[in-house]
């Protein structure tokens, strides 16, 4: 027998890595205790997707409502399932800048603490298992803001020639900027997952992503940009607009794209390894570009209420660089690009997300 252990399986990560693996024939084991809905209210809930999930894998899922801030809880089930465990994907957490500065105690138990429990649980369960952390390019903090940038009609754009050009690599500097409580907890996880592999020499590895993204996510205002968008020109709500007159740019990566990412690590695991993971020049757009895409695919206006002020630590640019993933794993290739992410959404949710 052979497990995949997915903490977070309810969410967009993590409910695509339980579908991903339970197909390549593995049992799937996950931890979730729906901790997005006390993150986000109900809409952040992830209640129906485990309902979903439980019914498509049936047998081949199992599911446990443990908290990963229960050390002992957690051990349990990593005892149960003991070397048995091949992959261990971590992808539960709190994920918002915003939300971790209202309880920093929470966000740093859930993120870092909770972390290095399950990492803690690996080492001594199933030292053998490739570990993949979901983290962030937030571990670069405001960083990526000291960039030269251009100010263009509908998006800002890295100067020409720049070494960042086709995207931002892993040699960025971590230190000496501003990273959010959240930026801060989630380094602290990525940096411990590292340790793991360097100090006890398991198969670890962290993926940084910027916008990680599909029909999955629970979209809720302070996390999952654009499927809240979608959902915003779908239903006719207002969407509020931070900074920068909306010519942010992120890249995306549909979570498919994510998860043959993550295969392609387990096939052949590497340790205390980080990737930036992204959409890159591929896959990637401005709020006002992604809006007037949204627009195109629903035939519908939205309504944006634009506030000067940007949320503090925001990216003004974010494009990954695959390069290094790519040169560890040259089979890789992304799938989805923009307009096909936002025309699943609309497919997925256009009985659901209907005018209010
Ligand atoms: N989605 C993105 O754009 C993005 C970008 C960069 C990094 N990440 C990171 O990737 C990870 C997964 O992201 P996602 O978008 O799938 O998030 P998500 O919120 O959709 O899924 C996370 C799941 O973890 C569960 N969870 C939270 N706290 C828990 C706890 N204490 N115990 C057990 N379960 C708990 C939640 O209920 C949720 O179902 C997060 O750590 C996030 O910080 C996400």
Not at 135 to 164: A, C, F, M, W
Not at 215 to 232: D, V
Request: net charge negative; hydrophobic share 35%.
């Amino acid at each position: 027998m052979s497990v995949a252990l997915v903490t977070g399986s309810a969410g967009l990560i993590g409910s695509e890595a339980a579908r991903h693996f339970a197909g390549l024939g593995l049992d799937v084991v996950g931890v979730d205790n729906d901790m997005r809905r006390y993150f986000f209210g109900d809409d952040g809930s992830t209640a129906w997707s485990l309902l979903r999930l439980t019914n498509d894998l049936d047998e081949a899922y199992s599911h446990f409502d443990t908290d990963i801030r229960d050390r002992d809880g957690l051990a349990q089930i990593f005892k149960k399932y003991g070397t048995d465990i091949s992959v261990v994907i971590h992808a539960a957490g709190q994920p918002s800048h915003d939300w971790a500065a209202k309880e920093p105690y929470t966000d740093f138990d859930v993120n870092a603490v909770g972390t290095l429990n399950v990492l803690e649980s690996t080492r001594q369960h199933c030292p053998e298992a490739a570990f993949i952390h979901c983290s962030t390019n937030k571990v670069y903090g405001d960083r990526p803001n000291q960039l030269p940038l251009r100010e263009l009609e509908t998006r800002y754009e890295i100067e020409p020639g720049h070494p960042y050009q086709s995207g931002i690599a892993e040699d960025m500097s971590i230190d000496g900027c501003l990273h959010s409580i959240f930026g801060v907890s989630k380094v602290a996880a990525d940096v411990m997952t590292q340790e793991y592999g360097r100090y006890f020499g398991l198969r670890t590895a962290n993926f940084r992503a910027g916008t990680m993204t599909g029909s999955a996510h629970s979209a809720a205002e302070l996390h999952g940009y654009l499927a809240y968008l979608m959902r915003c020109v779908m239903e006719g709500r207002t969407y509020n607009l931070y900074g920068y007159k909306g010519k942010m740019v992120r890249d995306a990566i549909h979570s498919h794209d994510v998860l043959t990412a993550f295969e392609a690590f387990f096939r052949d695991p590497r340790s205390a390894e980080v990737y930036n993971l992204g959409g890159g020049r591929f896959c990637n757009a401005s709020h006002i570009e992604a809006f007037r895409l949204a627009e195109e695919i629903t035939g519908r206006e939205s309504k944006i209420n634009y506030i000067d002020q940007a949320r503090v630590g925001d990216h003004q640019w974010w494009i990954s660089s695959m390069a290094k993933f790519q040169s560890h794993y040259p089979g890789w290739r992304p799938r989805y690009d923009l307009p096909t992410i936002l025309r699943e959404m609309y497919e997925a949710n256009v009985e659901v997300w209907v005018p209010r």
